[in-house]
C-alpha cells in the first residue's frame, strides 16, 4: 500500500490523483491523503468519474475504489482554484505531516507527493522552508538528499536550495562522502548499474588545484574513502563531460553534483517531464513528482499524471528491493 | 582567406588537417600556419596525399594546393609524437601568435585554432595561461568572451577559466552586461533567431533573493540596461530550466551563462562532439574546434576533423555577415 498526498488543493494534484486513478493507471494499491470534500468536487466539476471513498483504517478498502485519508480541513467553497492560498497551503501541510507519520508506522510501504505551493504554505507556518525539509524534519533527520532520476540520467546532490556561494561551503568531506553513500545504496536498489561519478566542482574539476582546491582538499578524500569501503565510485571528474559520459556511453549509472543547478540542468534537459525527485536519507521511502503546482491550468483537466506514475513506479521498485533485501538477510543470518 | 593554425606538432592538429584538405572538405579557401616539415612528414606517413607547399605571401596559392606559412621552427627529429613536449608547445605558440598578427593585418579574414597543449607552452612559457588569453593579448584585448555554439545550442560565458568562488566574484553588472551586448551581436550576424536568454547565477535564479543577492543586484540590472538600449533580452531566468527553453521549444538562441560549466556541461551534453569555440570581443575573426591534442590516438589516422569544418563554416558565416553588414552602412551612411 502506497501513500499519495494530494498536494495543495488549489494546484494540479487533486486533478492527477483522479485522473491516473480512474483511467486505471495506478498499478498499485494506494490510498490518499488529502480532503475527501476537494476530490469530490474535483471528480464532479471534471466528469472524471473515479469512485472514491473516505477511509479510517487499512484493509477498508474496496476494488475498484480509492480510498481517501480524509483530513477533513478545507470545504469547497473555501477553495480558491489556481490560486496562493493561506487555507490550501496549511492544508498540504497536514496532508504531509499525516502521510509521513503513517509511513513512520509502517502502514504505508512509501509514501508519494504531489505538488505543494510554498509561497501559500508559508502564508500558515512561517518556518516552512520546503516540502522535503517538512517530511525530514517529521522523520527527525537532518540532511536530506535530492536525488533526481529519470530513465537516462540519475543525479543526487551535495546541497540543494541555498546560494551558489553557500553551494561551495557545503561540499565538504563528510558531506560528500554521506551522499555518495546514499547514492550507491539508491543505485543498487533501482537495480541499476552500480557505478557512479562524482563530479568536481570547480571547472576542469580544479586542474589540479588552478582553479580551486575544493577537489583535492574536500572531494578526493571522500572518493577515497568511499572506495576503501568498496564502493563503485570515480572522481572527481571534470563536470562538463561527466554527464555526456553517463548518458551517452553508458559509463555511469548515476552522477553525485555539488550544488543544484550541475544535476538540475542536465537532467532537466534530457527528460523535462519525466524525472521524479526520491529523498534519500530518510526512515522511510519517498518519492514526488517533479512539477509544480501549476496554477495556469488548474481545473482544464490538462495537467498529465506522467510524472507521479513514474513516481509511484519508482517507489515501488525501491519498496520492493528494500523487502527482498530483509529477507535475503533473514534468510542468511551468518553474513 | 581563412588561416588554420596547426596546433600543437605533437598533437592531432596535424593530421586533422591535412585529412579535411586531402578529402576536399574545405569548402573555404585556406592557408595553413605551422612547420612545413612537420605536415609534410605527416602527410607522408598517414599517406594522405595532400599536396602542400610553402607560401611567403597571398596570391602564391594554387589550386588544389594546400598553402603553408612555414614558421621553421620544428624539424621531424625533435617530434615527440603523442607526448608534451617543450619544442611542440613552443612552435604551437608561434603558429598563434603568427597567425592574429596576419588576421590583425586584414591577411586573412579570420583565424581557426586546432588545439595547443597548455601543459606543453607552459613548458617555455610559464606565463601562458590559455589558447584564447594569447590570442587576445596579442590584440591588445582584455576580457574575451567564450562561446560555444553547435547547432541547437549557443552558449557564451561571464567567467571560464577561474574557480567556481572566483566566478560567483566576476558576475557583476558591467561584466554581464557586455557579455549581453557580445551575445545578442554574434547571434545575428550567425543569422540565428535574435532573443537571448540570460542565466541567474544561483538556483532558482535566487528565488527573490533567498538563495542569494546576485540576481537582483547584479544580473537584472545589466538586463535593464540591455533591453533599454533594444537588446532582445530576458532574465534572469531559472537555470535548470533556461536550457530546455532554449534547446527544445525553441525559445532562445543563445543563453548567456554566469560560469564556465553552466554553459559547458549542457552543450557537451547535446553535442560533445560538433561544437565550436568562438572568442567574442576581439577586433579579428577567431573560432576554433572544441577538442584537445588527443595525444592518445595521434597518428593512427583515426582522429575526426568534423570540429575542425564546423569551425570553419561558423567563422566564414560571422565573416560575411561582418562583410554585407559594412556594406549596408555604406549604402545606407545616414543611419
Known amino acids: 500500500m502506497f501513500g499519495i498526498t494530494m498536494g495543495d488543493p488549489s494546484g494540479v494534484g487533486p486533478e492527477i490523483l483522479l485522473k491516473a486513478f480512474s483511467q486505471g493507471l495506478l498499478k498499485h494499491p494506494v490510498v490518499a491523503y488529502g480532503d475527501y470534500a476537494i476530490l469530490e468536487h474535483c471528480n464532479r466539476m471534471l466528469g ?13 478498502l474496496e ?7 480524509d483530513a477533513g480541513l478545507l470545504r469547497v467553497e473555501d477553495l480558491s482554484i489556481g490560486r496562493v492560498s493561506a487555507a490550501s497551503g496549511r492544508a498540504a501541510r497536514a496532508y504531509v505531516v499525516e502521510a509521513t507519520r ?13 505538488p505543494m505551493n510554498k509561497e501559500a504554505t508559508q502564508l500558515s507556518d512561517a518556518s516552512f522552508t520546503g516540502h522535503t525539509e517538512l517530511i525530514a524534519s517529521e522523520c527527525g533527520v537532518k540532511g536530506a538528499v535530492l536525488m533526481l532520476a529519470s530513465d537516462r540520467l540519475i543525479v543526487t546532490h551535495v546541497s540543494t536550495h541555498c546560494s551558489l556561494r553557500q553551494a561551495i561551503e557545503r561540499a565538504v568531506r563528510e558531506r560528500v562522502l554521506r551522499v555518495i553513500r546514499l547514492t550507491c545504496d539508491a543505485v543498487r536498489r533501482l537495480g541499476r548499474e552500480p557505478r557512479v561519478a562524482v563530479a568536481g566542482l570547480n ?11 575544493e577537489e583535492i582538499e574536500e572531494i578526493a578524500p571522500a572518493v577515497a574513502q568511499a572506495r576503501a569501503e568498496g564502493l563503485p565510485v570515480e572522481g572527481p571528474l571534470p563536470p562538463d563531460t561527466t554527464f555526456y559520459l553517463a548518458v551517452e556511453r553508458g559509463r555511469f549509472a548515476a552522477v553525485v553534483c555539488m550544488y543544484h543547478d550541475q544535476g538540475h540542468i542536465p537532467l532537466k534537459l534530457l527528460d ?5 525527485n526520491v529523498t534519500l536519507g530518510l526512515p522511510i521511502i519517498r518519492t514526488s513528482v517533479d512539477h509544480g503546482t501549476a496554477f495556469d491550468i488548474v481545473g482544464k483537466g490538462i495537467a498529465d499524471p506522467g510524472s507521479l506514475l513514474e513516481a509511484i513506479k519508482l ?5 520492493a528491493t528494500r523487502v527482498s533485501r530483509s529477507r535475503w538477510r533473514q534468510e542468511a543470518p551468518s553474513s
Chains 1, 2 share one sequence.
Open 203 to 213: 571547472p576542469h574539476a580544479g586542474e589540479n588545484g588552478l582553479f580551486g582546491r
Open 315 to 319: 517507489a515501488a521498485t525501491i519498496a
Open 63 to 69: 476494488e475498484g475504489t480509492l480510498g481517501v485519508r
Open 272 to 276: 523535462f517531464e519525466g524525472g521524479v
Open 48 to 60: 472524471l468519474g473515479a469512485r472514491i471513498r473516505r477511509v479510517r483504517r487499512q484493509g477498508e
Open 102 to 114: 503513517a509511513a513512520l508506522r509502517g502502514e504505508i510501504a512509501a509514501m508519494v507527493t504531489l
